[in-house]
């Protein structure tokens, strides 16, 4: 389908309106009339939706297609209108959700979840387990230097008065 503006809508339903006068009203007539609403204003607007007069006696067929013809004047005129003042309808585009399916979308978000969880929680306990090996190593490490420290005091010789006494004499 070529785009369609506003103006080339509007000179379409004059046309129709035009078409309406020469040739009356129709079930041809009206078939296009459907078409060009749907088209120009959708198809859950009050121009597409009303009826032309279905539920009315009329005394005569004459009298019938009389009444439609005005009827059917009245609706062009009031899209016209419509048409000037909003614009042409733009149907709604899909979102991805609603066409995919429910079905399907819940399906691929379940395996996701379940199949991420583990990776996630291994990721996750990952930095947290490498921080805590080093805080332990760290702590071992320097527990173990002061070990080292204590251990290399309590093994160095203390010196005693007798020590003194010997490297006093040694030095006479």
Same mark, same amino acid.
């Given at each position: 389908?070529?785009?369609?503006?506003?103006?080339?809508?509007?000179?379409?339903?004059?046309?129709?309106?035009?078409?309406?006068?020469?040739?009356?009203?129709?079930?041809?007539?009206?078939?296009?009339?459907?078409?060009?609403?749907?088209?120009?204003?959708?198809?859950?607007?009050?121009?597409?939706?009303?009826?032309?007069?279905?539920?009315?006696?009329?005394?005569?067929?004459?009298?019938?297609?009389?009444?439609?013809?005005?009827?059917?004047?009245?609706?062009?005129?009031?899209?016209?209108?419509?048409?000037?003042?909003?614009?042409?309808?733009?149907?709604?585009?899909?979102?991805?959700?609603?066409?995919? #399916?429910?079905?399907?979308?819940?399906?691929?978000? #379940?395996?996701?979840?379940?199949? #991420?969880?583990?990776?996630?929680?291994?990721?996750? #306990?990952?930095?947290?387990?490498?921080?805590?090996?080093?805080?332990?190593?760290?702590?071992?490490?320097?527990?173990?230097?002061?070990?080292?420290?204590?251990?290399?005091?309590?093994?160095?010789?203390?010196?005693?008065?007798?020590?003194?006494?010997?490297?006093?004499?040694?030095?006479?």
């Amino acid at each position: 389908m070529l785009p369609m503006n506003k103006e080339k809508a509007i000179q379409l339903l004059k046309a129709h309106l035009d078409k309406l006068e020469r040739e009356g009203f129709s079930d041809s007539w009206q078939v296009s009339y459907y078409e060009y609403v749907k088209r120009f204003c959708g198809v859950d607007s009050m121009f597409y939706t009303t009826t032309f007069n279905p539920n009315v006696r009329y005394n005569s067929v004459t009298q019938e297609l009389a009444i439609k013809k005005i009827s059917a004047r009245e609706l062009i005129n009031s899209a016209i209108n419509h048409i000037n003042e909003f614009g042409l309808y733009k149907k709604p585009k899909n979102p991805f959700i609603k066409s995919v #399916g429910g079905a399907a979308l819940w399906s691929a978000l #379940g395996v996701s979840i379940f199949a #991420g969880l583990p990776y996630a929680y291994y990721l996750g #306990g990952k930095d947290e387990k490498e921080s805590s090996k080093k805080q332990i190593k760290k702590e071992m490490r320097d527990s173990m230097q002061l070990l080292k420290n204590r251990i290399l005091l309590l093994t160095q010789p203390t010196k005693t008065e007798s020590d003194e006494d010997s490297n006093n004499l040694k030095g006479r």
